[in-house]
């Protein structure tokens, strides 16, 4: 699967993912990317580095986590960005709605709850983009 190095002093397969999801927000979505970087002026550390390095497990119910391994073992470790894009991006709204830090950091721990993620999010809905993400250019 290609995580060698994620767990390597330095992270360095964390920090690569994390700049490639940077990467790909910026060009799929500026307005989103702009938000979370720029207004919010969100660390990544807080948030998707931390989705990297435990493979979603401590920020996701872990009902759901088996649809983020599906992904990781049908894609290789690439899908973990492609999963992550594709999860913020169907979280859009709700996350333009964060006026701050702190706002995001309590809608990030609100999505750990299984209720709450399956009222935001439509798992099989962030899947197939997932897949239509490893097609795009």
Known sequence: F???GLYEDGLPLANIFTLLFKN????????LFNHIYSNLMLDYSMWIFKWFITLFIYSFPLETIKYVWDVL??????????FSL??????????????DPCDISEFFQSIKDLATFNNLVNIKQVVVR????RLMK
């Open 2 to 4: 290609l995580l060698l």
């Open 24 to 31: 790909m927000l910026k060009r799929t979505d500026s307005q």
């Open 73 to 82: 073992i049908e894609l290789g470790s690439i899908g973990l960005v492609y």
């Open 86 to 99: 594709s999860l913020v991006t169907h979280l859009k709204s709700s996350i333009l709605q964060c006026q």
């Open 130 to 133: 997932t897949y239509e993400m």
